[in-house]
């Protein structure tokens, strides 16, 4: 074979060197080759070797001579315009010249076609090679092409060309040929680009060709030009190639050259485009910089459209995973300190947008747990960029919801391995992880805080195993000192990892240290801010910047709570220098102060009276604030912000909204809106002027005023732009694809709206809108709220309760309960948008939800916001109360709400009828039942209700006969029992009546049942359905039965639910509950009082429950001082005079019940007698008329008891005193009570000659209207006018007394009455109020100037009925039961002479008759001197008793005490000294 280097130097000498004559050639070859077989062969091979390498074919056919048609040359046949420019000459002509100049050659005509279809392509580029960097033909070189391609593909078919030699001429000219060529080769099958590749000699030289031009062809893609199709398409097919040739796992390597040389190729190739792209980031790049065009075009070959027709094969997910690799290892220059440092500045809104772009696209083929796990791999075998690595966490939390949890579990697995070996490796990259994905905000991530706490704050951390852990756990923190934020420091300072005691020097050291190197950075732990927020790693607030955000946020806690919070106090002492040096100065800030003071000047004041505030400060302030009232433009200097300042940032969230906007086209594209959204989150911040992220709120609970809901002015422009944003995006949204298509963007958006403390604002915003605002809300709002609704829903475990304020009970509650309260049915216009709103959200929760659990759904809606659409559907469409047909629609209910007309009666009957929906009602919790419709039908207010009184009527009927009373109690219904009914509407009707008065503040105490804020005709359902049930066969009123009346068993039942006890708010919940049974019952028929007479005798009705619902409750909230209010005394007698028109013998009946009132139920007969001047004409008339006779015997005697009572007003003399004489008492109290001063002068003389009985009876009711008359003063009274009758309570008692003293009548038996007492104690103890009773010693020790102690201390009882009195007024004076109560203030001089009339009072009553000034205190201090004075001169027998009486007490008055001890050990050894009489 022919030396190589001969053959060189014969086809082309170096210029300029001399030609060699072949003797010179030959001169070396000293040795001749001897012919032999087969020589003659392997020469003419040589030859033609030498041939095919080396001659010029094109020069060679030009100089050879032929016949002019014969010649041939290739250029002129594709130099045609048209494709009738080779009518004349086929392909076949064109393969039959070749041949002859073949054989004219003699070469093979494969070789001579190759050489020449090379040397047209060549002669065809060499004018584009002209345009320095051109990847692209233009039109006229494309129809050459074209040309050319369509003869070599006829070459080929008749295996007249060879792919080798073309490919080998093609290569030696490599910088002159055109990428488009070369494609369009490959695309039309002439010759494949691996064929091309594998052909060449210098692979190295190929790569860098092809790179170089994919480069250019990057950048001539994002350039405007008209053939940006073909280069797309190029780009792509490269991509495709170089993929299926670097990263197929079974490729075809049947080839010549070495078998990994080609993937190699391929993947230089795709290295150096990502390797260029990179550093292109990392150098920056400006917009419309080629560099920037070419980057943005090669990322967006990462995508499913690229690689969509190999997808099948597990190149693209090699390929992707190897880029991947690629980007987490490029240029690992970065230390781990260098990452501690700068690692918030990575976070993914600070991110290049090209590199999220590319890192979301690799996302698309690698799922979660592949990346995560690709991602450990990577950090566990190589050298990393910590910059790429920690932008990758922050992208793969952003962009793939599922990843956030794999990401923890991972940090936890680290965090173990660390612990178990030491592995610092480990421990590192599970900080910056953690850090990192925190930085995201608590949306996709614990904050930092949460998750340190989580993890160290407990024995269940990993660093508590052993005293090991421990060391290497604050080493590793004390070596990130020197690096780290000062926030991650505060944060390990203020949420320290658990430590045993005895390890508590390794703990005390790092926070030290942790403490000087905050100082060297001038923070201070005692100068942060109260409600500064440890979960953001950005710079800390500077104490004056952040003070008066806290002062804003206490302010609004004092507002809902009305006290001072617990971190302003534990500020004031652990934190003065803050507290003094900023939070003060912040709060007392000079103004011009409100004349009505508001929650700051009531947050000023409390903190002055709790000595929070110094003197001179205070002082200073209130100077200053005078002096601003003068000139109110110097007000707070400094405090004004510029309307700059506070535009930009708005500019750049509505343009960061604007961008989510335009991405809503595709809506299921979750990496691009999460993206976007992240940009949102990151200018929140920003825009609210806050410089925290507020999202892990230390408050556990939003307070919210529904009544009165305020927002500041940024806050509200900053959550309508998000809300309007949310609503805008939504219908876009929609307009493309329905909820169940577009994506987890929403639940994405809806969390950031959570965060920044933004959570407040919206909710707060939210009420305004729903509940003050609703109608003006058009349709595409109701929408967009109501699926924000659904959303925040979804997030309820994560999100803290409201604590709603008036009209809604103060109570705490979830978000989906929350949006529930705000929507309400009273009106027309909020029954409407009621209605719409729960379309809008139970049809988007139904579509968005429908291929996942009902548990979500659970999650998302309140139960009363389906309760509520059921209701109003049926309240205002009477279609929907016939039963449904099985031919029900089964489609999603969401499409008619996207139609622009927006028919909402459509939309909702569709979602009433759906097929899910309907199996979503059989759920219990979400059936409306008879109590669910009565709560929401007592709401309407009949006034402004959609349906007329005829319509309201109907659906009342419908709903109460038709729909529950025949459902089953399991469904909600009653059974068919009318009864069940009756009562289910009683206890709703109550319970109705205690919500709406806390709603609407009423100051009416007898609030009407059903009035003006409430449905009426409900309760004229009851009075229908309790008629029925009076006149069935089973009469109810007969209470025949030992369950008794329903409506006393409801009173029962719910007597027994309320908090027993004597506090204020219980009593007053108590006695708001009992004046509403009163109204029940005054609005039934009076018949259910005292119940149908019993058919056998004696024929007296039952009135049992009546007379204990008296005895125990009435008695002592319905009543003033002995008797019942005129309303249910009238009733109960007409009720009494029905059950005499049913009865046999009506006088007998009236005659037992009466009786049975002496001994059960007293209260009634003095009640009777308070208002007989306006009970008697009716019961007069009322009996003349239906029995035609004089009324019965015990209604006589209460009228000639009334006739005694005024006998005593009269100048004649006093008629007897009918029995009982307690009776004839009350009357004559009742009378004494109305009568003017000279009447009750009179009055009190005919006293001295009436019965003992009489009179100590009467003394008792005017004790009770002494402590009538402070307790109970009439309302319209002035303050000298309630005196006045306070003083002449206390006369009339005064006067009684005298009597009862003068004639020796024992009276204190009335102090000590119980309820064993047989006889008399036991009915003026239920004539009484329990609170009378034991306001007992206040009136006792009131009457003190009218005692006559010379008396009084000779009997045996006075002394321990004294001490007992005063015993228990110490007692109520410390349960502070006396401040409802006051003494007589400044009596008149006229009082002290009459008191000082009484007999032997002495110089006693002298000290006793100054005035206390109202003061229970002066009360106790006179009863003390009383007893003091007089315990020396009672008799031994006063004693007696008197250890058994100081025990039960206690330590109560050490004195007095002492005294008692002292005067009975006195009388004993008086007793052991003296004689004793033997005789």
Known sequence: MADPRGLDSVSGPAPGARRRAWAELLAGRVTRQKPGPGTGRKVQDSAVRLLRSHLDWSGLLLEVEGPPCKKLCLGPLIDHDGPEACSNLSTSFIGSALRDHASQLGVPVAVLSSQMAASSILRMCAAEAEHAHRVLLDTEQRKKLSSLIEITQYLLAHSMFSRLFFCQELWKVQNSLSLEALWRLHVHNVVSLWELLESSADLQAVVSWLFRNLRLLCEQVEAPCQHTDIARAMLSDFVRIFVLMGFQKNSDLRRNVEPEQMPQVARDVLERMLLFALEALAAGLQEESPAHKAVSCWFSMFSGQTFGSIISTDAPKRFFSHTLTQILTHKPVLRVSDAVQMQREWSFAKMPPLLTSLFRKLFVILSPEELVGHLQEVLETHEVNWQHVLSCVSTLVICLPEAQQLVHDWVARLLARAFESCDLDSMVTAFLVVRQAALEGPSVFPSYADWFQASFGSARGSHGCSKKALVFLFKFLSDLVPFEGARYMQVHILHPPLVPNKYRSL???????AKTRLADLKVSIENMGLYEDLSSARDVTEPHSQAPQDVEKAILLFEHTGKIPVAVMEASIFRRPYYLSHFLPALLTPRVLPRVPDSRVAFIESLKRADKIPSSLYSTYRHACSTAEKNPENTAPGMKVEPNCVDEPLKLLMIALGGLRAAMTDPAQYDVLSAQIAVISERLGPALGVSEDDGSCEASKIQLSVLAPELEQQEQKVVDLLLTSFCQNLMAASSFAPPDRQGPWAARFTMTMCGHALLPAVLTRLCQLLHHQGPSLSASHVLGLAALAVHLGESRSVLPEVHVGPPAPARDLSIPEFFNSLLTCRTAESSRLCLKFCTAAISYSLCKFSSQSRDILYCCLSPGLIKKFQFLVFRLFSEARDPLSQEDTAGLAWKPLGLPSMDWQRAALCLWRQRTFQELLKEKQFHLTYRDWLQLELEIQPEVDSLSDTERWDFHQWAIHEHFLPQPAAAGGCDGDLETACTVLVDVLLDFCQSSRSHNHSENSDLVLGGC????????????????????????????SSRGHFLFRVFRRRLQALASGWDVAARLRKQQELLMYKRVLLSLPPLVLVGSPQVEQPAAPDCDEFFHLVNSELRNFCSQGGALSHDITVHFFRGLLNACSQSRDPSLTANLTLTACQTECPIVLTSALLWWPRLEPELHCRWRRCFQGPLPPELQRLQEAQQFAQSFLSPDTAAPAPGPAWVSAAALHFVIQQAGKESVESALEKLDCQREELLVCLFFFSLMGLLSSHLTPHIRQTSSAKAGDSLKALHVCGEILGFLQKRKISWLVLFQLTETDAGLGRVLLRLAPDEYIRLLPLAFYSLLSYFDKDALIRENAFLHVAVD???????????????????????????????????????????????????????????????????????????????????????????????????????????????????
């Open 1013 to 1040: 804020t409430g449905n009426r005709d409900i309760f004229s359902r009851l009075q229908e359905m309790a008629a029925d049930l009076e006149q069935g066969p089973a009469a109810p009123y007969s209470h025949s």
């Open 1365 to 1479: 009195m005063y015993m228990k007024l110490t007692c109520l004076f410390v349960a502070g039961e006396t401040s409802a109560v006051s003494t007589p203030a400044n009596r008149s001089q006229e009082l002290q002479s009459q008191a000082g009339a009484g007999a032997g009072l002495g110089t006693f009553s002298s000290q006793m008759a100054h005035p206390t000034n109202g003061d229970p205190v002066g009360l106790i201090r006179k009863a003390r001197l009383f007893l003091l004075q007089s315990i020396p001169q009672c008799p031994k027998k006063s004693f007696s008793n008197m250890e058994e009486l100081l025990a039960t007490s206690g330590d109560w008055d050490p004195e007095v005490s002492t005294a008692l001890l002292s005067r009975q050990q006195a009388v004993s050894d008086t007793d052991l000294y003296q004689e004793p009489h033997l005789f």
């Open 507 to 513: 703990l005390t050291d790092y926070v030290t240290l």
